[in-house]
């Protein structure tokens, strides 16, 4: 191999180790490997969450003293004091003398570690598997660059696009393995959002748990937007992540709050209400819509009004994942590349100017 095929493969292999990480938490998914004067790997690390060392510091505590001369990481090394020091600062401090990463970390506070490094005589060189790590870290990245979680919108509906029956029970739409991936959406959440209306409505208990019923190692943070209160019955109070109760405020400052509380991923599982609401505020950045084999007809579709007088104006999506579970699909979706907003991926309204109803909240 030479030299640049050696870094590209560490560049692949701090991918594999990003991935060890958790999705929750609100840190990215960071892997690092340390190569040595010749280029030959000799370490490697990974973040494990929130609280714990980052990815250089990992690697770095793996590596024989003053022996690793290039670092390869995924995102640009912070150079911010947090939870953690500053790792642009540990990598010169250890004699590191360059430093290539894929992407850069867009923070405010953590931004900025190139430059840091370039000061301290580092040779520093970006860009190397952007787009892998950017396939990785978009929703992170997307998060981190406006200071607001990345949103995600779940629902399932019938192949009609309806969600209740005329009596308004939805219980079941999909079947056992579509509800199994719900889970793991919610698993791979910090928070999930829901409207009063559908509290008491379902009494939803918004946990995630595996097929007997029993709770997975994450649980996401439930938030109920809308003004009724919680009844003191409701499962909701026993949720093991805590409960918070938003009250009736714009769901863009509820979004921001709970990004300053650390979640970078919020889950949407409410009713046609708050999910149309969402979706007029142009806040969803992905769908993941689940599509049973039934038809229910009538007027209980999964979405409201949003507002769209004519075919034109229709919000258009991206297709980005197909997946049969038993005998249901599963769609994950995002806005079509020409209604993105520069440098995003999410879903954002089509046409500007369509003002949120002033009663989107709750069912
Ligand atoms: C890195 N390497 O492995 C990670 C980085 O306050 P902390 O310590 O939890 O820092 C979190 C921020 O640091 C996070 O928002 C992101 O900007 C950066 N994450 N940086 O150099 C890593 N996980
Ligand atoms: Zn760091």
Redesign the pocket.
Known sequence: MDADARIVAAMRRTLELAARGPLTGG??Q?GCVLLDADERPIAEGW?RG??TP???VDALSRAPEGAAHTAVVT?E??AHT???GP?AEALAAAGIRRVVYAVD?P?PE?GG?AERLRAAGVEVVSGVLADEADALLGPWLTA?RRARPWVTVKWAATIDGRAAAADGTSRWITGPDARRDGHRLRAESDAILTGTGTVLADDPALTARDDDGALLPHQPLPVVVGARPVPAGAALRRHPAGLVEAGDRPLAEVLDELWRRGAARVLVEAGPRLTTSILREGLADELAVYLAPKLLGGPATAIGDLGIAAIGDAIDLELREVRRLGPDLALALRSAPADREPGGVGVRHAREGRAAPEDGRGR
Request: a negative charge; glycine letters at 20%.
């Open positions: 840190n990215p960071v973040h929130a609280g980052h990815a250089e995102l090394p912070c947090g939870r953690t790792c970390d923070g953590a570690g981190a």
